[in-house]
Nanobody
Framework: QVQLVESGGGLVQAGGSLRLSCAPSGRVFITYAMGWFRQAPGKERDFVAAINGYSTRYTYYADSVKGRFTISRDNAKNTVDLQMNSLKPEDTAVYYC?????????????????WGQGTQVTVSS
C-alpha cells in the first residue's frame, strides 16, 4: 500500500515563501516520477510541477509558477519538496503530491497512480 503524506502548508502573505514536502511510504521507489498539483475552491485540479524518476534535475513546471516554484527530490530520504517563492493570492489552493509508477513525469492527472490527501496553502494579499 502506497501512501503519500504532504506537509508544510499554511498561511502566508503575498510575496512570502513556503516549502511543501511529500513523504511517500510503502513501495514508492526512486524510479517513480513525482508531481505536485493544486486545486483552488470551485476549480479543477491543475498541474504545478513534476520531476522524473531517478532524476534530481529533469523538472517541469506550469507556466504560472515557472521561475517562482522549484521541485526537488532527495532519493536518499525518499522525499519530494516544492519550494514556493514570491507567492501570490492566486496560488491559494489545496496542494497534492502524486506518484507515477514510471520514471517519466507527466502534467496529466490521469497518469498518476497515487495521491496524497493534500495540504492547504493560503496566500493573503
Amino acid at each position: 500500500q502506497v501512501q503519500l503524506v504532504e506537509s508544510g502548508g499554511g498561511l502566508v502573505q503575498a510575496g512570502g515563501s513556503l516549502r511543501l514536502s511529500c513523504a511517500p511510504s510503502g513501495r514508492v521507489f526512486i524510479t517513480y516520477a513525482m508531481g505536485w498539483f493544486r486545486q483552488a475552491p470551485g476549480k479543477e485540479r491543475d498541474f504545478v510541477a513534476a520531476i522524473n524518476g531517478y532524476s534530481t534535475r529533469y523538472t517541469y513546471y506550469a507556466d504560472s509558477v515557472k521561475g517562482r516554484f522549484t521541485i526537488s527530490r532527495d532519493n536518499a530520504k525518499n522525499t519530494v519538496d516544492l519550494q514556493m517563492n514570491s507567492l501570490k493570492p492566486e496560488d491559494t489552493a489545496v496542494y497534492y503530491c502524486a506518484a507515477r509508477e514510471t520514471s517519466s513525469a507527466s502534467h496529466q492527472i490521469r497518469d498518476y497512480d497515487y495521491w496524497g490527501q493534500g495540504t492547504q496553502v493560503t496566500v493573503s494579499s
